[in-house]
C-alpha cells in the first residue's frame, strides 16, 4: 500500500514546476487535492485494517497495544495531516508528502514492536 500511495504522490511536490512546462503527469491531470484524497483514503484503509485484524487475532498472535494503539495513532497522524493540507500551497503539498513517507519509516519502526 504505502508503496503505490508514494508512487502515486511523488509528484504532488512537483505540479507547479510540471504545469509550467507542460509535463503531463498523473498529478496535473488528476490534481493535488484529489490524488491526496485518494491516498489518505488507501492508507487509512490500511490502518483500519491493521487495527481489526489486532482486534479480531487470537490472543498472543500480537503485541496489541502497538498493533492497535500504534496503528490508531498513525491512522490519527494522517488524518491530522491531511486536514492540514492546502493544495494550493507548495508548501503545505510537501509538508503533506514528506508526512506519508514519515508513516512509511514509523510503520517499520511499529513493525519491530508487534
Given at each position: 500500500i504505502y508503496a503505490t500511495v508514494i508512487a502515486v504522490t511523488?509528484?504532488?511536490?512537483?505540479?507547479?514546476?510540471?504545469?509550467?512546462?507542460q509535463i503531463d503527469t498523473?498529478?496535473?491531470?488528476?490534481?493535488?487535492?484529489?490524488?491526496?484524497?485518494?491516498?489518505?483514503?488507501?492508507?487509512?484503509?490500511?490502518?483500519?485494517?491493521?487495527?481489526?485484524?489486532?482486534l479480531l487475532a487470537q490472543g498472543g498472535t500480537f503485541n496489541m497495544v502497538?498493533?492497535?494503539?500504534?496503528?490508531?495513532a498513525l491512522a490519527s497522524m494522517l488524518l491530522f495531516r491531511f486536514r492540514q493540507l492546502n493544495p494550493d500551497s507548495m508548501a503545505s503539498v510537501k509538508r503533506y508528502y514528506k508526512h506519508i513517507w514519515d508513516l512509511f519509516y514509523l510503520e517499520y519502526g511499529l513493525y519491530t514492536l508487534i
Open positions: 511523488k509528484d504532488l511536490p512537483d505540479v507547479e514546476g510540471d504545469k509550467a512546462y498523473f498529478a496535473t491531470r488528476v490534481g493535488v487535492k484529489r490524488i491526496a484524497q485518494g491516498a489518505t483514503f488507501c492508507l487509512f484503509a490500511n490502518y483500519v485494517q491493521a487495527i481489526m485484524t489486532g502497538p498493533m492497535i494503539g500504534g496503528h490508531l
